[in-house]
Every structure is written in structure tokens, then in C-alpha cells.
């Protein structure tokens, strides 16, 4: 189904593609004014002389090299330029080649180039003098025996250079600059998303809540139709059942005038227990119609103070000698139909009255929700039909009394009026013995 102008809306996926695109742009350019705008890092010079120096110091005066003490080095795989400024290090400093030895660090990701001695000639000799002035590139690590076996060690200093300062926050620059695209690319994810929430939500707390709007892109709007059309037959379907079933009740009434008539010139006995059974399907009529008509007419919801409203059910029931109490508590305000309530909170209360004969009510507002427990000392519910005695004519009472029994409305009818403001009724056995029907609501 296409929605109304869908062929002027641009698709979802689309507007992904090209705020992607546009992100890695950005990020691209970024790159590139990095590329220009960084120095080239130059690589450090050391010379032999400095190292000698340092290792005579036991330490650098200027800071540049570091100098420890350490019981061993590991030998590493001959190299021709290790190999020259061994050399020239043993020449400045006076001892034997074996005495001294130079590693250089393998690069990031690359291995370690081997060498063959083959064909490659000896370093020649180098006087002392001229041995200092020989040039260090870059990482090395130097070191010297001593006499008690141990190496003395010099390495250049670890220190983060000025250009890594740069790189670093340039990379922090372009995250924020990126950021503004990242959001908006999981606001538009996401807010479609919480439409659809939101609307299932106001569904499941009233059928006949606003439809969506049909805005966003084509995806959304023909998703939104969807969810229209859905709620729409949602609707239909419930309402003509309910027509059925008033229309049914309804017309009942006449028949049972007529029978009422014709019976007027009936024998006595027969008369009188026929008008029983007419009066007791009157009534069930009735019950029926009330049902109906409360479950289906669209709710007017203002703000209401629940336990105000719990209060004039207590009260209207004490007044009759009934043993109902409500505990005390602070206000609990929300949002609902104060004629529906009122009569489901009286549901619940005639329930356990007529059943053991009083009820104790407390509310309290519990993780976002009002929540009234009605609780009473009867004889409770056999655990099989805890969720049964929710559906319409089903009566936990076996025997077929209505003055014991009644027709099997008042707990449907109270859960429906429940679930219609996002809330739901259970009952639940007591250990203490007896029954309690809780009833939540979201304030």
C-alpha cells in the first residue's frame, strides 16, 4: 500500500547511503589536511662519541640517552651496519669487539632482515678520534660488558615528540567533527523506531488512540500505513463483535416480554417459577448489555486521585455495614475514565465482600504504576481457574445461583476496563489463606 505523495519521498535508505557517504568524506578530508599539514618526523642522530660519553657518565647530562645496568643481552642476527658501529664503539672506547654490541629495532609489521656474512668485507680499522664522530640513526640499543659479566646499556630516551602531539589531536579533531554525523545517522535510525513504540504502546493502552502521522521517508510513511490499516481493522473487528453481541442482548428483551405476558394466564406455581427465570435472564441481559456498552464506548481520561476515588467505594460500602478498609496513604494521581474505574475498583471490592465477606484495600505507587491490592480471608480460588473466572460467563461458583454466584462479568469487565488504561488485574492466593486482586495502573 502506498501512502498519499509517497512518490515525492525520498528513500530510507537513501538518505543512509548518502549522510554515510558524506561522513566518509569528511573523514577523508581530514586525512588529507593532516597529510599536508604535518611535518615529516625526522629521524634522531646520535653519535658514537655521545654514547661513549654517556657510558662513562653511568648517565646523559643532556637527557637525550638512558643508561642501565642489566645481567645479560640477548645476542641478535648479524647485520653489516651493526656490525661498522660495533667497530667504531669498541675503537672509542678501547676494548675488543666482543665487548660491545648494537641492536637496532625491527620496524612495526615488518620482520627482521637476515644477512649473509658472504661476500660482505670486514669494517676497516678505525682510530679512536674518528670512531667518535660516526652517526647513530634513529633506535639502537648499545651496550658494554663489565667485568663482573654484566652489561651496561644505552638506548635513547622514550619521550612522545612534538609531531605525535599534533597527529593526537588532530585524530580528537576530526572525532568531534565526525561526531555531528554519527548522531545524526543514529537519530534517524532510531526515531522511526521509537514512533513505532510509542504508537504500539498508545494502541495497547487504548485501541482508538491517534492514528501515526504518514511522514519520513517512503520506508516509514508505507510502515506507518501499515500500522494505520492494522489498527483500523483491529477496531472494526472488535466493534462489530460488540454490535453482535448487543444487538443480541438487546433483542432478547422483546421475547422475553412476550413470554412474560402469555404467562399471566398460567397456573400460580407455574407462573411464579417462570417469572424467577425471566427476571434472572433480565437481569443477565442487563449484566451483558452494561458489559458491552463499558467496554466499548470510546473513554473521556482526565487527571483523577485514585485513592480519593478508593476512598468513596470504601465509604459508600461501609456506610452499608460491609467490613471494608483502605489503608492510609499519600495521594495517587493519574490519567483515566473516573466512571470506569470507580467501577471496576467497586468490582473488585463487591467481589470479595460477597464472597468472604470483607476486603482490605492498600495502594501504593510502585516502579512507575499505582498499584490497589484487594485483599480478603475467604476461601480463595482453586489455582486452575485463577484465569479463568477473567472470561466473560465463566463463574467460580459452580452452582448456577446468581444470588451466590452472579453471572460471570464483574471480573472480565474490570480487567478489560484495566488493560483499556495500560494496566492489567490478577489474582493470586494468599498463604495466610484467602485471595488478593491487585490491580495496576501506569500513573
Known amino acids: ?31 588529507l589536511a593532516l597529510l599536508i599539514a604535518v611535518q615529516t618526523p625526522s629521524a634522531k642522530l646520535y653519535t658514537v662519541g655521545q654514547v661513549v660519553h654517556a657510558m662513562g657518565r653511568g ?113 580528537i579533531f576530526s572525532a568531534l567533527a565526525v561526531a555531528p554525523f554519527a548522531w545524526a545517522l543514529a537519530h534517524r535510525f532510531a526515531k522511526p523506531i521509537r514512533a513505532f513504540a510509542a504508537a504500539a504502546e498508545r494502541l ?31 477496531n472494526r473487528y472488535v466493534d462489530d463483535r460488540t454490535t453482535v453481541i448487543s444487538a443480541v442482548a438487546h433483542d432478547l428483551r422483546t421475547p422475553l416480554m412476550r413470554l412474560g405476558l402469555r404467562l399471566e ?15 434472572d435472564m433480565q437481569g443477565l441481559v442487563s449484566t451483558a448489555l452494561a458489559y458491552v456498552r463499558e467496554t466499548s464506548e470510546t473513554p473521556v481520561r482526565r487527571p483523577l486521585d485514585l485513592r480519593s476515588l478508593a476512598e468513596t467505594v470504601v465509604d459508600d460500602l461501609a456506610d452499608r455495614g460491609e467490613a471494608v478498609t483502605l489503608a492510609p496513604g499519600e495521594p495517587v494521581v493519574l490519567n483515566g475514565n473516573p466512571a470506569a474505574i470507580k467501577a471496576m475498583v467497586t468490582n473488585l471490592v463487591i467481589n470479595a465482600v460477597k464472597y468472604a465477606g470483607g476486603a482490605d484495600l492498600t495502594l501504593a505507587l510502585a516502579e512507575g504504576h499505582a498499584v490497589l491490592d484487594v485483599r480478603d480471608d475467604g476461601p480463595g480460588i482453586p489455582p486452575e481457574d485463577l484465569e479463568h473466572v477473567f472470561e466473560p460467563f465463566f463463574r467460580g461458583e459452580r ?35 484467602g485471595l488478593i486482586a491487585t490491580l495496576r495502573l501506569p500513573v
Not at 645479560?72 to 661498522?84: G, H, L, Y
Not at 444470588?403 to 498463604?431: C, F, I, K, Q
Request: aromatic share 6%.
Open 1 to 31: 500500500m502506498k501512502p498519499a505523495g509517497s512518490a515525492a519521498r525520498s528513500p530510507l535508505f537513501l538518505r543512509i547511503f548518502l549522510l554515510m557517504l558524506g561522513c566518509v568524506a569528511v573523514v577523508q578530508l581530514m586525512n
Open 59 to 171: 648517565h646523559d647530562p643532556a637527557g637525550d640517552l638512558q643508561v642501565e645496568r642489566v645481567p645479560a643481552v640477548q645476542p641478535v642476527p648479524w647485520n653489516p651496519r651493526a656490525e661498522r658501529i660495533e667497530a667504531a664503539l669498541a675503537s672509542a672506547l678501547g676494548v675488543s669487539a666482543e665487548s660491545v654490541r648494537i641492536s637496532f629495532p625491527t620496524p612495526f609489521l615488518q620482520r627482521e632482515q637476515v644477512y649473509r656474512r658472504t661476500g660482505v668485507p670486514s669494517p676497516a680499522p678505525i682510530s679512536p678520534a674518528v670512531a667518535r664522530d660516526v652517526v647513530i640513526t634513529g633506535g639502537f640499543s648499545a651496550a658494554l660488558r663489565q667485568r663482573d659479566g654484566q652489561w651496561l646499556r644505552v638506548e635513547p630516551a622514550e619521550g612522545f615528540e612534538p609531531w605525535r602531539w599534533f597527529v593526537l589531536l588532530w585524530l
Open 204 to 234: 495497547g493502552r487504548d485501541p482508538r488512540a491517534p492514528q501515526l502521522e504518514l511522514e519520513g521517508p517512503s520506508e516509514i510513511a508505507e510502515a506507518a500505513a501499515a500500522f494505520n490499516t492494522m489498527q483500523a481493522r483491529l
Open 265 to 279: 394466564d398460567a397456573p400460580d406455581a407455574l407462573r411464579h417459577a417462570c417469572e424467577g427465570d425471566i427476571r
Open 399 to 433: 452452582s448456577r445461583n446468581r444470588d451466590t454466584g452472579g453471572v460471570g462479568l464483574g471480573l472480565p469487565s474490570a480487567r478489560a476496563v484495566a488493560r483499556a488504561h495500560g494496566g492489567d488485574v490478577e489474582l493470586r492466593n494468599r498463604a495466610e489463606g
